[in-house]
């Protein structure tokens, strides 16, 4: 069993709707959660992190941790065609596969 | 120019030939990793520094060799290189763990490397 998994899509959202990203881990210790955003052929860039059960907002992203079901998401709403690219979740130094999201105009 | 900076950007190289990836940053970042990006697999790391002349082994150490001898460089070598060394390799840094904040990642633009 991976340590963080993800599906990997692809998720199909039409613009303006809200996405949802999900991603499991196998690890009860682990304190540090973050999303990374991938473009076709680009470097990882982060665009959320969290480290406390429940919601942390920045513009229209929003990060959710459970801890006790070990689940961790990222909401996009408002989606636009420039959110089009891969989500990497990652626990700590360790990465899931990464969910494809694909936003249509 | 401030940042994390890889070279080659592509490189392509024959099996058994030695290679070396480079990796350079300004931040004087404490930690730099290694990792490659394989379709299906997602990123793996392969090693990590804490600081100069420290090292350790990441999830996929084998057939890969790095150093440390100055802060702000961590190149990978590849001894031997085999065909499932194929790969996109991204060199990251981060600050010193002094507080979770410092705990993100700063990826290079990573090399694309074919082993014919």
């Known amino acids: 069993q991976k340590e963080v998994e993800q599906n990997s899509g692809p998720l199909s959202v039409p613009e303006g709707a809200i996405a949802s990203l999900n991603c499991t881990y196998s690890d009860r210790g682990s304190q540090s959660f973050f999303w990374y955003r991938q473009y076709s052929g680009k470097s990882p860039e982060l665009i959320m992190f969290?480290?406390?059960?429940g919601d942390k907002e920045d513009g229209r992203f929003t990060a959710q941790l459970n801890k006790a079901s070990q689940y961790v998401s990222l909401l996009i709403r408002d989606s636009q065609p420039s959110d089009s690219a891969t989500y990497l979740c990652?626990?700590?130094?360790?990465f899931g596969t990464g969910t494809r999201l694909l936003v249509s105009p | 120019d401030a940042g994390i900076t890889q070279s080659p950007r592509y490189k392509i190289t024959e099996t058994g030939r030695q290679v070396t990836l480079m990796c350079h940053q300004t931040w004087s970042h404490s930690y730099m990793f290694w990792y490659r990006q394989d379709l299906g697999h997602g990123l793996r790391l392969i090693y990590y520094s804490a600081a100069a002349d420290i090292t350790d082994k990441g999830e996929v150490p084998d057939g890969y060799v790095v150093s440390r001898s100055k802060t702000e460089n961590f190149p990978l070598t590849l001894e031997s290189a085999t065909r499932s060394q194929t790969s996109v390799y991204f060199c990251?840094?981060?600050?010193?763990?002094?507080?979770?904040?410092?705990?993100?990642?700063?990826f290079g633009s990573g090399t694309q490397l074919s082993v014919l």
């Open positions: 990652a626990v700590r130094l360790v």
């Open positions: 969290i480290y406390s059960n």
């Open positions: 990251a840094s981060r600050g010193p763990t002094t507080s979770t904040t410092n705990e993100k990642l700063f």
